[in-house]
């Protein structure tokens, strides 16, 4: 299988609107400006209509929620929706209040949602499984993985990305796992976040689902590249692990990527 989908993203320079944890939006910014799209960070819900206008694809997370936050998401998701260009979500810490799970059903009644994207807690509890989260880390259950993603992405009428030591992507029929992966990734917060802008990079060009597993493994080739090199600790990791990203190409990618599907 040949992918040319980083080459795709820096020719076609799409645009990324993201509606970020207020913790991360440097990050995100930098790994899709890296990966070869061009960010914008959203944060009034005025502008959003206007700026879904010239976008090829929005990423909105959970992570920072708050009454103007959720509207934001809302028009932003809306506007997508009107407009045809896929919606990514990241129902960050979702089982962790009430407040939070309400948050995030209102948006799946009101935005027709493409990519789901969270560790194998959030994406259960999102879906309506019996979870035992704990803010953002994944928390413990029973059922197994790869039936509850491959269920949660029928439920959900979205391709869902669940992301951890191994990541499982699935369709609602297809899976794949990829299993590339860095510690240091769980080390510094916010690496789920800069995945998701990476996915909407790429699902701006491509929605097929070996596509967003071959994206999904962006991230954790750039890690492993980078504790390859050598790392002193996580900041020396991060910058190591985004130099990679923002060299990676579509040959490296596929040489190093291990994936299959199940």
Same mark, same amino acid.
């Given at each position: 299988?040949?992918?040319?989908?980083?080459?795709?993203?820096?020719?076609?320079?799409?645009?990324?609107?993201?509606?970020?944890?207020?913790?991360?939006?440097?990050?995100?910014?930098?790994?899709?400006?890296?990966?070869?799209?061009?960010?914008?960070?959203?944060?009034?819900?005025?502008?959003?209509?206007?700026?879904?206008?010239?976008?090829?694809?929005?990423?909105?997370?959970?992570?920072?929620?708050?009454?103007?936050?959720?509207?934001?998401?809302?028009?932003?998701?809306?506007?997508?929706?009107?407009?045809?260009?896929?919606?990514?979500?990241?129902?960050?810490?979702?089982?962790?209040?009430?407040?939070?799970? $309400?948050? &995030?059903?209102?948006? !799946?009644?009101? @935005?027709? #949602? /493409?990519?789901?994207?969270?560790? *194998?807690?959030?994406?259960? %509890?999102?879906?309506?499984?019996?979870?035992?989260?704990?803010?953002?880390?994944?928390?413990?259950?029973?059922?197994?993985?790869?039936?509850?993603? $491959?269920? &949660?992405?029928?439920? !959900?009428?979205? @391709?869902? #990305? /669940?992301?951890?030591?191994?990541? *499982?992507?699935?369709?609602? %029929?297809?899976?794949?796992?990829?299993?590339?992966?860095?510690?240091?990734?769980?080390?510094?917060?916010?690496?789920?976040?800069?995945?998701?802008?990476?996915?909407?990079?790429?699902?701006?060009?491509?929605?097929?689902? /070996?596509?967003?597993?071959?994206?999904?493994?962006?991230?954790?080739?750039?890690?492993?590249?980078?504790?390859?090199?050598?790392?002193?600790?996580?900041?020396?990791?991060?910058?190591?692990?985004?130099?990679?990203?923002?060299?990676?190409?579509?040959?490296?990618?596929?040489?190093?990527?291990?994936?299959?599907?199940?």
């Amino acid at each position: 299988m040949t992918f040319s989908m980083i080459q795709q993203v820096r020719d076609n320079q799409p645009i990324v609107l993201n509606v970020a944890n207020s913790v991360t939006p440097q990050l995100v910014a930098n790994a899709i400006a890296y990966i070869g799209a061009s960010p914008i960070m959203l944060e009034d819900p005025l502008d959003a209509a206007d700026l879904t206008q010239i976008a090829n694809v929005v990423t909105l997370n959970l992570g920072s929620t708050s009454e103007n936050v959720q509207q934001v998401m809302i028009n932003a998701g809306k506007t997508a929706n009107q407009l045809g260009i896929p919606v990514v979500f990241d129902p960050v810490a979702v089982g962790a209040t009430p407040l939070r799970h $309400q948050r &995030a059903q209102e948006l !799946l009644e009101k @935005v027709d #949602v /493409a990519i789901v994207r969270g560790n *194998l807690g959030e994406v259960a %509890t999102l879906a309506g499984f019996d979870w035992n989260g704990h803010g953002i880390d994944a928390g413990s259950g029973s059922s197994d993985p790869v039936a509850i993603v $491959q269920e &949660a992405a029928q439920r !959900l009428n979205a @391709v869902v #990305v /669940a992301t951890g030591v191994a990541d *499982l992507i699935s369709d609602g %029929t297809a899976v794949y796992r990829v299993e590339n992966s860095a510690k240091m990734l769980a080390t510094n917060v916010g690496m789920g976040d800069a995945l998701d802008g990476l996915l909407g990079a790429f699902a701006s060009q491509s929605m097929d689902l /070996a596509d967003l597993a071959y994206a999904t493994a962006a991230l954790p080739v750039a890690g492993e590249l980078a504790l390859a090199d050598g790392v002193a600790g996580p900041a020396d990791f991060l910058n190591k692990m985004l130099d990679h990203l923002a060299n990676l190409t579509d040959e490296e990618l596929q040489g190093q990527i291990k994936f299959n599907q199940l």
